[in-house]
C-alpha cells in the first residue's frame, strides 16, 4: 500500500518535470499538485491571471499557463513558485537561498485560498518547497502554522525529501559576508527576489503564495513578514489580495497586506491601497529611509497595482498568453 502511494506520487512528479522540460527540474520533493487538476477543463467566462514580485518569468508562465488549463488559483501559484524555490541561483527563495549569520538557510512561506484558508511554515531548514508544505499544513493538519523543527517533522512525515539548501556559492557569499563583520543589506539586492504570486482562476478565485528564504545573515531563528498571514500575503475573495516584499519587520508593523484589502474594500483601487500602505510606513520615518518595501495587489476586477519606497521594484504579469515584466511606481 505504502509502495503504490509512493509510486503513485512519483508519477505525478514524472509529469511534471515534462511539464517543465526546458526549465528548471522542480525537486522530487514536488510532487503534490495532483495531475488531474492541471488537465481539468472549466467553463467559465473569467480570464485568468498571475502577478508576482518581482522578475520571475518562468514562475510566473508556469502558474498562467495551469490555470489556463483550469487548475485553481491555489494549485497554480504553489506550482509556479516551486519553479523558483528550486532555482539554485535564485539567492533568496528555496534552495540556494542566503542563509542565516550561522550559516544555515531557513525558509518561511505561507498560502491562502478563496475561502479564506491559510497555513504556514516558519524558519524550516532542510526542505526545498515550503509553499506546498505550507499548503499542506493548511489542508492536511488542524493548523494555521507550523514552525521549525515541527515542520520540518511534518514535511518528512509527508514525504519531502531533506536536502543541504545550502549551496557552495551561497557558502562562499556567507564567508565574504562574516569578513564583513556588519549587517547592512543592499535595497534590491539582498533583499530582492522573494515571491509574493497572486492567481486568479478561470472561476474568478483568488489564492496567493509568498515564500522566501528572508533577508540574508538574519540572526537565526528571525522570521519576517512573508509567512505571516496578513503582512506577506493576504486574500478576500470578495474584495482581492495583496503581497509583500522588501524589510519584513516594516511590514508587520503595519499589517501591509491586510491594511491594502480593507483600504480596497473601502473602495480604493489596487494602485491607491499600495500607495496608502507604503505611506504608513514612512510617515513614522524621520528621513529618507534606507530600506525596501513593495507591496503588490490586485482586486476582483482583475485590476492590478503595486508601489514601492525606492524604484527598482518590478512585478511579472501573465494574461492571455502574455507574461510581462513591468516595473512598479515608487516613492524615491
Ligand atoms: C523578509 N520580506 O523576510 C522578506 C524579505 C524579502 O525580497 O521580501 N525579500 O523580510
Known sequence: MLLYWW????KTFIHQSSLL??????????FHVKEDRLI??????HT??????WNVPRANEIAGEALEKGSNALDAAVLGVAYEEANLLNTTVGKGGAPDRDGEVTLDACVMNHKGDC???LAVQNITHVA????DVMEKTPHVILAGEGAKKFALSQGYISENLLTPESEKAWQEWLKKGRYEPEINVENHDTIGMLCSDQNGHLSGVCTTSGLAYKMKGR???SPIIGSGLFID????GAVATGLGEEVIKTVGSFLIVELMRQGKTPQEACEEAVSRILEKQISKPDFQVAYLATNKKGEIGSYSIHKGFTYTQYKNNLNQNIASKAVY
Do not use: E, H, Q, W
Not at 509510486?7 to 512519483?10: F, G, I, S
Not at 506546498?132 to 499548503?135: I, R, T, V
Open 237 to 240: 475573495n470578495n474584495v482581492g
Open 223 to 225: 522570521v519576517g513578514d
Open 21 to 30: 522540460a526546458g526549465g528548471i527540474l522542480i525537486s522530487p520533493t514536488f
Open 48 to 53: 485568468p491571471y498571475a502577478i508576482s514580485t
Open 7 to 10: 509510486l503513485m506520487k512519483r
Open 40 to 45: 481539468k477543463k472549466n467553463i467559465s467566462s
Open 119 to 121: 497555513g504556514a511554515v
Open 132 to 135: 506546498a508544505l505550507a499548503k
